[in-house]
């Protein structure tokens, strides 16, 4: 069983930063991918960013892309979201995400964190 527990969500302004983390529970932490979605009010969950291991090759969303950087400390099972110059529309409850092995493109991780509110205010 994996637990994922986020922490760092706020309300903060627009071109402010926020970072995110994420304690995982589980007992390889480095055989599993990582990652962010978030979901916005009236949308439906999408993806943001993920990483398969620690320095490995990063993915992101269009909409983040140069603004938010993801990473990992698997000393302490644990996984980041810089998020930078952020913008009312990245308002969203961000969930962290983990999946053994890898995080396949267009699809929906296994095991999901209860999600953190971030609201960027104009």
């Known amino acids: 069983q994996v637990q994922l527990v986020e922490s760092g969500g706020g309300l903060v302004q627009a071109g402010d930063s926020l970072r995110l983390s994420c304690a995982a529970s589980v007992r390889t932490f480095g055989n599993y991918a990582m990652g962010w979605f978030r979901q916005a009010p009236g949308k439906e969950r999408e993806f943001v960013a993920a990483?398969?291991?620690?320095?490995?090759?990063?993915f992101y969303a269009d909409s983040v892309k140069g603004r938010f950087t993801i990473s990992r400390d698997d000393a302490k099972n644990t996984v980041y979201l810089q998020m930078d110059s952020l913008k009312p529309e990245d308002t969203a409850v961000y969930y962290c995400v983990a999946e053994l092995g890898t995080i396949v493109a267009g699809t929906f991780p296994r095991y999901w964190g209860q999600g953190t509110q971030v609201t960027v205010s104009s």
């Open positions: 990483n398969r291991w620690s320095g490995g090759r990063s």
